[in-house]
């Protein structure tokens, strides 16, 4: 069956501090993979997509995430965080319908505390 | 800037009093989601459009209904509201092809008196 891990419920780290989140997909076929940052009270806003090619993808706000497909991960990383990345990061594949339709399997997110 | 709307922000209605919620769109996007996020939790699809076509999700509850009148527009009809559906309500976009992103709204923040 088609799932989405985030093994991690809670990272704290301090500002400044390099930062990994991690996330585990099964699916069969080759994987859309995304990850969102969702700041309290908002949506959800796209940090970075991979489809194909090259295996490390750059998002927006310095973060950048790399598929290795031989661990079914797609971990997302950051060399230096900011007290503004305070989130809910969730990982999420996306799963092709019939009609082309996607559809989102989400992890359950991993909640960032960043002390200064 | 191009972007998913939703209104309101904040809904609070009563126990079993009809509500519905807003979603527009500029995106010109084929396909409008709504998903329900309680606290802590991952977003939960509840049905799709894509296009005129509806897609229920096989346990979305009967209480949910949604219309999609033009391509901007999307609506969440709760029909008879109960204390379990307080939660924040969320429409996002796609262009529904394979390798398309889906975009977020704000979302409605909705609390049952």
């Known amino acids: 069956a088609q799932s989405v891990t985030q093994p991690d419920i809670h990272i704290t780290v301090s500002e400044g501090a390099s930062l990994e989140l991690r996330c585990n997909y099964s699916?069969?076929?080759?994987?859309?993979l995304f990850w969102y940052v969702q700041s309290p009270g908002q949506g959800l806003q796209l940090l970075l997509k991979y489809f194909s090619g090259d295996t490390l993808v750059q998002g927006i706000k310095g973060f950048e995430a790399e598929f290795k497909r031989s661990q079914s991960s797609f971990n997302l990383r950051k060399p230096s965080v900011h007290w503004s990345d305070a989130a809910e990061y969730f990982c999420a594949v996306g799963l092709g319908g019939t009609s082309g339709t996607y559809k989102y399997i989400f992890g359950t997110g991993t909640r960032l505390k960043v002390l200064a | 800037d191009a972007m998913v709307i939703q209104n309101p922000r904040y809904q609070v209605t009563q126990f079993g009093k009809p509500v519905t919620l807003s979603c527009s769109q500029t995106?010109?996007?084929?396909?409008m989601y709504w998903y329900q996020q309680k606290s802590s939790q991952a977003p939960k699809l509840l049905f799709h459009y894509y296009d005129k076509d509806f897609n229920n999700e096989a346990d979305t509850p009967d209480n949910f209904q949604s219309r999609r009148p033009n391509t901007s527009f999307c609506f969440l009809d709760i029909r008879s509201p109960g204390l379990g559906d307080a939660a924040m309500y969320l429409c996002?976009?796609?262009?529904?092809?394979?390798?398309?992103?889906?975009?977020f709204g704000d979302g409605t923040r909705l609390s049952i008196l």
């Open positions: 995106l010109n996007h084929n396909v």
């Open positions: 699916y069969g076929a080759t994987p859309y």
């Open positions: 996002a976009t796609s262009r529904g092809r394979h390798n398309q992103p889906q975009h």
